[in-house]
């Protein structure tokens, strides 16, 4: 009891006495190196938005948080400068948080220098900007981080030799990508990623007019959602593969690619939609659009699990509104419209698309009004797509909250709800683990807590654009 009392007592010591530090042209600490050797566990780094030539680090401390005040990005340009012969920054703390930073140029002796390399434990990226490097981020493989990027860009990455990438995640516990945009990569992939466990949510990765390979290379398996994504192969791409699953070895006891409601377009006239080595354990798509030339499926899996996907060579028999500027949305006459089906779930994680993809790097509630799911990453609505901030802002109210799984809960709206809706629990990496169905006309409805495990959740209901945070102890 002594021990848990006094590392309690040095948790909150730390967090109450953190710092802010203040980072720019006209503060007293000029550049991010000027604080990086200074800053303490749990401190915050606030840096001026601008431009900071030639300024390189490295972050020891764990628990930061690392942010520029914005508008725009703090601009980090290498300029020929580089930390410890890899990256702009070499973070070697644990649980960090970088936002709004800009990361262009970096080049070192061994052709592989990043924006980030990534050396601590656990790291989450939020609208941060990556382009023009060697490697736009490249991290270890510890075997038990989880990386959290969202809403970033990663563009035109890559030394030429193709072993250096937009995207470069090492054998980690688990990688979550959403409402992000990687490409125009050079020679190397858009995302490649050796986590455990994979989960791709609302990203465009797209290779455009680059001369990049892979748009999604998995090559160590493991087990992958992708959901709700934009991937389109452009014409120079280095290899005609669009999805690369398990290539290099089955070295994750799970071996398990599954997709549902993604727009998966080629652009050259042949190639392979989703390609992965002999022996995998499951391929399952569901509700998928895959447009143009090549091969759908390439390999042989224990169990293929394929319903409601449409498989058409034509880009333009896809009716979308306009692909040639990646606008996948659908028109009014697609045949995606209402020719999908509801996808449920797999390892207790939905399969349900909830948002959709809004350029750029956001996202906007997804809701079908027709007698079914439209097929791919787009539903075909009447009103436009709704970017975040015009959601809805109003609550549900919970009550117990904290309550304990399986317990009595109550869930209260503002009004009357008009309409059949879904609640969807999302827990703190933006995954759906599972859904309730609820029924129009009232305004309170009580129900089984599901049982998850304890963890901070968000209840969402993508009709009403509305969502209520729970915590389950």
Not at 88 to 114: L, M, Q, R, Y
Request: charged share 15%; with cysteine; glycine share 10%.
């Amino acid at each position: 009891m002594k021990h848990w009392v006094l590392a309690a007592l040095l948790f909150l010591n730390g967090t109450l006495g953190a710092t802010t530090w203040l980072v720019g042209p006209t503060r007293q600490y000029t550049a991010p190196s000027a604080v990086s050797g200074l800053v303490a566990n749990g401190d915050t780094v606030n840096i001026d938005p601008g431009l900071y030539t030639g300024d390189v680090t490295k972050w020891f401390a764990s628990n930061l948080v690392i942010r520029c005040l914005g508008p725009g990005y703090a601009h980090l340009e290498a300029n020929g400068n580089y930390a410890e012969g890899k990256a702009i920054w070499v973070i070697k703390g644990a649980n960090c948080t970088v936002e709004g930073i800009e990361f262009s140029g970096c080049k070192v002796p061994d052709h592989n220098g990043a924006g980030i390399r990534q050396e601590g434990q656990h790291l989450t990226l939020r609208n941060c900007y990556f382009h023009h490097n060697e490697m736009g981020i490249l991290t270890s493989n510890d075997g038990v981080s989880d990386y959290v990027f969202e809403s970033c860009e990663f563009a035109f990455n890559g030394f030429g030799d193709g072993y250096s990438h937009n995207v470069y995640v090492g054998s980690v516990n688990s990688l979550t990508m959403r409402y992000c945009y990687s490409h125009d990569s050079h020679v190397g992939h858009l995302v490649k990623s050796r986590a455990r466990f994979n989960y791709l949510y609302y990203n465009r990765f797209t290779g455009e007019n680059g001369d990049g390979s892979y748009e999604v290379d998995l090559p160590n398996g493991g087990r992958a959602y992708l959901i709700g994504n934009i991937i389109e192969q452009g014409l120079n791409s280095q290899n005609s593969g669009i999805i690369s699953f398990a290539a290099e070895n089955q070295n994750h006891p799970e071996q398990e690619i599954i997709l549902a409601h993604n727009t998966i377009l080629n652009n050259r006239p042949n190639g392979r939609f989703v390609q992965h080595s002999n022996g995998i354990d499951l391929v399952k798509m569901v509700n998928n659009l895959f447009l143009g030339g090549g091969t759908l499926l390439q390999g042989a899996a224990t169990a293929v699990d394929t319903t409601h996907n449409l498989r058409i060579t034509s880009i333009q028999a896809g009716q979308l509104n306009d692909p040639t500027m990646y606008d996948y949305s659908l028109t009014a006459n697609s045949p995606c419209v209402n020719a999908g089906t509801q996808p449920g779930d797999y390892q207790g994680v939905s399969l349900a698309a909830v948002y959709s993809y809004l350029h750029p790097m956001s996202r906007t509630a997804r809701w079908h009004t027709g007698s079914a799911p439209d097929v791919g990453a787009y539903e075909f609505l009447v009103s436009p797509y709704r970017s975040l901030p015009d959601e809805k802002a109003a609550s549900i109210l919970v009550y117990p909250n904290p309550a304990a799984a399986g317990e009595l809960i109550t869930i209260s709206f503002d009004g009357p709800i008009s309409k059949d809706l879904i609640l969807y629990f999302q827990d703190q990496y933006g995954r759906v683990v599972c859904q309730i169905s609820l029924n129009k006309s009232r305004s309170q409805a009580q129900l089984n807590l599901p049982n998850l495990p304890p963890g901070i959740y968000w209840m969402y209901a993508p009709v009403l654009g509305i969502k209520a945070k729970l915590v389950v102890k």
